[in-house]
């Protein structure tokens, strides 16, 4: 891949009425390669997912607010804490979940499997 | 050593739930199971709760239950309670296999991602295997509340020489396909161990294929002793990860205390389904089809409780299958619904008889079902779960306890606006919103940054839940 490439797609896709008439209604990050090849940019869909991490509104800090627990989803990994007590349970002998006080039971949750038969 | 595959692989998570045993003494691990027996009796037996909450001495109305209670060992409990917890995450990770099979690790994220908004604390817990064997047809139990409506047992899986041969080259296919996520399935559903006298043999056969001893949950701990205690010594030799009894009644409560010690049953959790205790049920399967009677009955004489709701058991991220009718089936976690009674999604439905089946069965449900990206033929709807409002240079999806406000480039509320609509095609979108003069790599990463998210609803068409 070349960074120059890249740099000069973004640049020319302000500019260019033929480019931009060929990506008309491309999403998929494979589409757009194979149309930006054809036209002499030498990049790659993993170009375009950096380019998406960097630019996208998703995740520019600037341009998005993931206002309160939404930012497990803005990771894009899952959750790394159990997160036990996030619905309100809060069990008699720390985390492990024997007996709710408060609010629904999580030891009935599967830790892997099924249980409730 | 018997070895499937060469040698076991190696298994993260289980290193870790070892550690938790090797370095606490005989006597703190004897301790901590004496708490956790108080537990059990203060969540599942009401009189005893009533004794304690009464202001009888905690101690005294344990010592007459056989358990001897040591308020100052409760920060143990915790230690350890706390590590469990640790190796529950590491089971979900060890579902990951981004490098062996991405186009279903994609997936997989993405599921985790619509659970963890979707089904709120319950989904944050999901841990999401890759996939279970169902070792019967049906299930002995009969349990009237069973969250996945398990049917009436119709035979099992025997460990005969040609049902081993083929159960070792599933188990060789599954690794040769996922890598060690392997490690994290499990050998029941709708199913209980104990219809399968040969289960054992089964999981022992996992364990030497993946390096995993697959979690037990049996609702007949005492049906057959000789069985359960075949099933905790396997525990006891490769030591993987907790087990679990499913109680049902106060009085199996009660036999299972008396019939194993407190610290035989340390690595064993007590699901408690029993009426006396404290915890809910799922409302889900035949539990929500008695409450869907018992709401309709309450409504009628005008008023209908409605508490906080777990609305699915199911677990697994991936694939179901039942070696006694060789289907496989493509799940996923969801709500309860009259869509999904039983909790749980249906991608895509096969059938096969041999190993070399299920791969092709496998890889054609993957293909089928777990696009790499949105392409520009594909509707953009957002999960039916997501709120889709307009705010100022843009617009706001909200979710159970989540919000994300994307706003401040070119064409966000019109995005915002057919996003809303949810009948346009990508490619339509783009085209729009090129029109409108928006960079067209911005609005391909906008879409394809809410389908990797989970945002997109991928809920299968109704019709298309079997041989699809």
């Given at each position: 891949?070349?960074?120059?490439?890249?740099?000069?797609?973004?640049?020319?896709?302000?500019?260019?009425?033929?480019?931009?008439?060929?990506?008309?209604?491309?999403?998929?990050?494979?589409?757009?390669?194979?149309?930006?090849?054809?036209?002499?940019?030498?990049?790659?869909?993993?170009?375009?997912?950096?380019?998406?991490?960097?630019?996208?509104?998703?995740?520019?800090?600037?341009?998005?607010?993931?206002?309160?627990?939404?930012?497990?989803?803005?990771?894009?990994?899952?959750?790394?804490?159990?997160?036990?007590?996030?619905?309100?349970?809060?069990?008699l002998f720390?985390?492990?979940?024997i007996v709710?006080?408060?609010?629904?039971?999580?030891s009935?949750?599967?830790?892997?499997?099924?249980?409730?038969? | 050593?018997?070895?499937?595959?060469?040698?076991?692989?190696?298994?993260?998570?289980?290193?870790?739930?070892?550690?938790?045993?090797?370095?606490?003494?005989?006597?703190?691990?004897?301790?901590?199971a004496h708490l956790k027996r108080f537990g059990e009796r203060y969540a599942g037996d009401?009189?005893f709760r009533?004794?304690?909450?009464?202001?009888?001495?905690?101690?005294?109305?344990a010592?007459?239950h056989?358990i001897?209670?040591?308020?100052?060992?409760?920060?143990?409990?915790?230690?350890?309670?706390?590590?469990?917890?640790?190796?529950?995450?590491?089971?979900?990770?060890?579902?990951?296999?981004?490098?062996?099979?991405?186009?279903?690790?994609?997936?997989?994220?993405?599921?985790?991602?619509?659970?963890?908004?979707?089904?709120?604390?319950?989904?944050?817990?999901?841990?999401?295997?890759?996939?279970?064997?169902?070792?019967?047809?049906?299930?002995?139990?009969?349990?009237?509340?069973?969250?996945?409506?398990?049917?009436?047992?119709?035979?099992?899986?025997?460990?005969?020489?040609?049902?081993?041969?083929?159960?070792?080259?599933?188990?060789?296919?599954?690794?040769?396909?996922?890598?060690?996520?392997?490690?994290?399935?499990?050998?029941?559903?709708?199913?209980?161990?104990?219809?399968?006298?040969?289960?054992?043999?089964?999981?022992?056969?996992?364990?030497?294929?993946?390096?995993?001893?697959?979690?037990?949950?049996?609702?007949?701990?005492?049906?057959?002793?000789?069985?359960?205690?075949?099933?905790?010594?396997?525990?006891?030799?490769?030591?993987?990860?907790?087990?679990?009894f499913?109680i049902?009644?106060?009085?199996?409560l009660n036999?299972v205390h008396?019939?194993f010690?407190p610290?035989?049953l340390?690595?064993v959790e007590l699901v408690l389904?029993n009426?006396?205790s404290l915890t809910?049920?799922?409302?889900?399967?035949?539990?929500?089809?008695?409450?869907?009677?018992?709401?309709?009955?309450?409504?009628?004489?005008?008023?209908?409780?409605?508490?906080?709701?777990?609305?699915?058991?199911?677990?697994?991220?991936?694939?179901?299958?039942?070696?006694?009718?060789?289907?496989?089936?493509?799940?996923?976690?969801?709500?309860?619904?009259?869509?999904?009674?039983?909790?749980?999604?249906?991608?895509?439905?096969?059938?096969?008889?041999?190993?070399?089946?299920?791969?092709?069965?496998?890889?054609?449900?993957?293909?089928?079902?777990?696009?790499?990206?949105?392409?520009?033929?594909?509707?953009?709807?957002?999960?039916?779960?997501?709120?889709?409002?307009?705010?100022?240079?843009?617009?706001?999806?909200?979710?159970?306890?989540?919000?994300?406000?994307?706003?401040?480039?070119?064409?966000?509320?019109?995005?915002?606006?057919?996003?809303?609509?949810?009948?346009?095609?990508?490619?339509?979108?783009?085209?729009?919103?090129?029109?409108?003069?928006?960079?067209?790599?911005?609005?391909?990463?906008?879409?394809?940054?809410?389908?990797?998210?989970?945002?997109?609803?991928?809920?299968?068409?109704?019709?298309?839940?079997?041989?699809?």
């Amino acid at each position: 891949m070349s960074k120059a490439d890249l740099e000069r797609l973004v640049r020319d896709i302000q500019t260019s009425p033929r480019l931009l008439s060929a990506l008309e209604g491309k999403v998929a990050f494979s589409e757009i390669v194979s149309v930006c090849r054809t036209h002499g940019y030498d990049i790659s869909t993993d170009d375009l997912r950096a380019y998406a991490l960097a630019q996208s509104p998703e995740l520019n800090d600037e341009q998005l607010d993931a206002i309160s627990a939404g930012t497990t989803l803005l990771n894009a990994e899952v959750p790394s804490s159990p997160q036990l007590s996030a619905g309100g349970s809060i069990p008699l002998f720390g985390a492990g979940g024997i007996v709710p006080l408060v609010g629904r039971s999580i030891s009935s949750v599967p830790l892997v499997g099924f249980s409730d038969k | 050593m018997r070895t499937l595959h060469g040698t076991v692989p190696h298994n993260v998570a289980a290193d870790r739930y070892r550690a938790i045993f090797a370095l606490r003494s005989p006597a703190e691990l004897s301790a901590i199971a004496h708490l956790k027996r108080f537990g059990e009796r203060y969540a599942g037996d009401n009189g005893f709760r009533q004794e304690i909450l009464g202001g009888g001495a905690a101690e005294r109305v344990a010592e007459r239950h056989g358990i001897d209670l040591d308020p100052s060992h409760a920060a143990l409990y915790d230690a350890y309670s706390t590590e469990l917890n640790a190796c529950r995450v590491l089971h979900q990770q060890a579902g990951r296999c981004a490098e062996t099979n991405p186009r279903f690790d994609a997936w997989r994220q993405r599921q985790t991602c619509r659970c963890a908004a979707e089904l709120g604390a319950i989904g944050g817990v999901i841990t999401h295997p890759i996939i279970a064997f169902e070792l019967s047809a049906g299930c002995s139990i009969g349990c009237w509340f069973c969250a996945v409506s398990a049917g009436r047992l119709k035979g099992s899986f025997a460990y005969t020489p040609d049902n081993a041969a083929l159960w070792r080259e599933i188990l060789g296919v599954t690794l040769d396909l996922f890598g060690n996520a392997a490690q994290t399935g499990f050998c029941y559903w709708a199913t209980d161990p104990s219809d399968n006298p040969d289960y054992p043999l089964f999981i022992e056969d996992f364990y030497f294929a993946t390096g995993n001893l697959p979690q037990t949950t049996t609702a007949a701990p005492l049906r057959d002793l000789g069985f359960t205690r075949t099933i905790l010594r396997l525990y006891d030799e490769y030591r993987c990860f907790i087990n679990r009894f499913s109680i049902t009644s106060l009085k199996l409560l009660n036999d299972v205390h008396a019939t194993f010690t407190p610290e035989e049953l340390l690595g064993v959790e007590l699901v408690l389904l029993n009426p006396e205790s404290l915890t809910h049920k799922a409302l889900a399967g035949r539990a929500r089809d008695a409450q869907s009677k018992k709401r309709d009955l309450a409504a009628a004489r005008g008023g209908v409780a409605v508490g906080p709701e777990q609305t699915t058991i199911a677990c697994v991220s991936g694939f179901l299958v039942n070696m006694v009718h060789r289907r496989l089936q493509l799940v996923s976690p969801t709500s309860a619904s009259d869509r999904w009674p039983l909790g749980y999604r249906t991608y895509g439905e096969r059938h096969f008889e041999t190993a070399g089946d299920l791969r092709s069965a496998i890889e054609d449900l993957i293909a089928s079902h777990m696009p790499q990206e949105i392409t520009s033929s594909d509707v953009m709807c957002l999960r039916e779960d997501v709120r889709n409002e307009r705010i100022p240079s843009g617009f706001e999806l909200a979710w159970n306890d989540g919000r994300l406000a994307i706003r401040g480039f070119s064409g966000a509320s019109l995005l915002g606006d057919m996003l809303r609509e949810g009948k346009h095609r990508a490619g339509e979108i783009q085209s729009e919103l090129m029109r409108a003069g928006a960079d067209v790599l911005a609005t391909a990463c906008a879409l394809q940054g809410l389908f990797e998210r989970g945002l997109v609803n991928d809920d299968p068409e109704p019709g298309t839940r079997a041989g699809d």
